[in-house]
């Protein structure tokens, strides 16, 4: 039987942290800045999100007014042309986020479970 894409075999969550009304940190930011630490490059991380160069930038403009310092900082010049990078506070701002995540998914997997079980069996006919 073919699994259902929007019935994922193990649940998982997705959290939004919301620090005010125009102030949050969710899946979608978290995974621009990883992409960017991983690329080494703000639109090519948009781009494997499906994301517009624009919007990638509007993101990361958010994120960097949010905190205390920029998240991510561009960087000029050399043969392949400029860049971005994650600044220190980016990478712990990343990391912490994630922490929450794991920690999250650790301690609600039980209840998890438990809410998948109770889910509707659906047949691929409908």
Same mark, same amino acid.
């Given at each position: 039987?073919?699994?259902?894409?929007?019935?994922?075999?193990?649940?998982?969550?997705?959290?939004?942290? /919301?620090?005010?009304e125009?102030?949050?940190?969710?899946?979608?930011k978290?995974?621009?800045?990883?992409?960017?630490?991983?690329?080494?490059?703000?639109?090519?991380a948009?781009r494997?999100?499906?994301?517009?160069?624009?919007?990638?930038?509007?993101?990361?403009?958010?994120?960097n007014?949010?905190?205390?310092?920029?998240? /991510?900082?561009?960087?000029?010049?050399?043969?392949?042309?400029?860049?971005?990078?994650?600044?220190?506070?980016?990478?712990?701002?990343l990391?912490?986020?994630?922490?929450?995540?794991?920690?999250?998914?650790?301690?609600?997997?039980?209840?998890?479970?438990?809410?998948?079980?109770?889910?509707?069996?659906?047949?691929?006919e409908?």
């Amino acid at each position: 039987m073919p699994s259902d894409p929007q019935r994922p075999r193990t649940p998982r969550l997705r959290i939004r942290i /919301v620090f005010g009304e125009d102030r949050m940190i969710g899946p979608g930011k978290a995974d621009l800045l990883d992409g960017i630490a991983r690329l080494g490059s703000i639109a090519a991380a948009g781009r494997e999100m499906g994301m517009s160069y624009k919007r990638a930038w509007e993101l990361i403009g958010t994120l960097n007014a949010m905190f205390r310092a920029p998240l /991510v900082e561009r960087t000029r010049g050399g043969p392949g042309g400029g860049g971005a990078v994650l600044t220190d506070l980016g990478r712990e701002v990343l990391a912490q986020y994630r922490a929450v995540e794991a920690e999250a998914a650790a301690h609600g997997a039980d209840r998890l479970a438990r809410l998948q079980e109770l889910l509707r069996d659906i047949p691929d006919e409908k």
